[in-house]
């Protein structure tokens, strides 16, 4: 069963950066990996899991959430299968784990959905 796998995760002090990779695991998806739009959400501990950023099929839009829009930049690479998160100016409220979700909509009804297991980042002094 494919699926996606996240890394990258770790501790970083505060104002630091991290890079975030997403790619395939145990096998390829039914269809192209360009036909889906890719997203990164994360979760802390007793909240809400939140949208992060996410990039368009060829990577030609984007879309971040407030909270980290000139930190953070979504980018991808088809050839290799992979999306990254680039994440600089670290602040502790950006301790999460962060996720990697990649969906395509089939059509009115359905859609394919996959998300990885999470990378864990801590942002602390």
């Known amino acids: 069963q494919v699926q996606l796998v996240e890394s990258g995760g770790g501790l970083v002090q505060p104002g630091g950066s991290l890079r975030l990779a997403c790619t395939t695991s145990g096998g390829t998806f039914e269809h192209p990996f360009n036909y889906h739009a890719l997203a990164w959400w994360r979760q802390a501990p007793g909240k809400d899991r939140e949208f992060v950023a996410a990039a368009s099929g060829n990577g030609g839009l984007t879309y971040y959430a407030d909270s980290v829009k000139g930190r953070f930049t979504v980018t991808r690479d088809n050839a290799v299968l992979t999306a990254y998160l680039e994440m600089g100016s670290l602040k502790p409220e950006d301790t999460a784990v962060y996720y990697c979700?990649?969906?395509?909509?089939?059509?009115?009804?359905?859609?394919?959905?996959?998300w990885g297991q999470g990378t864990q980042v801590t942002v602390s002094s």
């Open positions: 979700n990649a969906n395509l909509r089939l059509n009115r009804f359905a859609m394919k959905d996959y």
